[in-house]
């Protein structure tokens, strides 16, 4: 599952909106609120092109798009 506050935080860190990333995903930007929110699926090229668009380090990438619901 993604991380949705981290990875809302750092959309906002870098001054973009579900439309920006939504024109770099090629998608629509009712699609990348489902995908940000968990709704839908995040497929592995596009939480790469995510990733490149908001700069995020790889080694840093699993904090982003991996997240376990352990209680």
Do not use: H
Not at 18 to 26: F, P, R, S, T, W
Not at 39 to 66: H, Q, S, W
């Amino acid at each position: 599952m993604i991380n949705t506050l981290k990875l809302k935080a750092r959309m906002v860190e870098c001054g973009l909106n579900q439309k920006d990333v939504a024109k770099a995903l090629n998608v629509a930007p009712s699609t990348v609120s489902q995908k940000i929110n968990n709704v839908r699926p995040m497929y592995l090229k596009e939480a790469d092109l995510l990733a490149n668009l908001l700069k995020i380090d790889t080694m840093r990438f699993g904090e982003y798009f991996f997240t376990s619901n352990i209680a």
